[in-house]
């Protein structure tokens, strides 16, 4: 039921885009090759890329981010946990400088990137509960907990949003 309050929130709130663009669907990180100059010198895996709104990308990078103020420690394995990264909030005010982007949206977008991984999850989950792949091995209560834990972000962004 939250899932579904969330999608509905989603659909009746889809805020004005401006004109289409590239957008890559899977970027972050996990996706950047980095050359001897710790500069970004690729992104690949472009096989979901399509046409939207690019603040869409820049929510779904900074959706596995962690940011000193959030109520979470950062995990040690976490790929911006070592000194030099920029916080969340930073990266998101380095890009609005860069691109001249409106950031006044990005909850919307956060919102429904968290939305959309706890489907994701969730779908996983089904087709164990359903016998489609082997559970051994699996914790299936922290999917669920992962499940739970991405709504919650969700509905935390849409709060911020109104």
Known sequence: RR???IRDFLL????????????????GLHNCLVGPDCAIAAVVDWEISTLGD???DLA??????PDPKDDEPIAPEAATAPSG???RTELAERYAERTGR?????????????????CIVHGVYARYCAGKKSTEGIDLDELRERIDRS????????????
């Open 151 to 162: 709504l919650t972000l969700s509905e935390q962004a849409l709060n911020r949003i109104g």
């Open 60 to 65: 779904y990078a900074l959706n596995p981010w």
């Open 85 to 87: 990264f920029p916080s």
């Open 102 to 118: 409106d950031l006044s949206q990005l909850d919307y977008y956060v919102a429904f990137n968290r939305w959309k991984s706890a």
């Open 54 to 56: 690019p603040l869409a």
């Open 3 to 5: 899932a579904h309050g």
């Open 12 to 27: 009746a709130n889809i805020p004005d885009q401006g004109p289409a663009r590239v957008v890559h669907g899977d970027y």
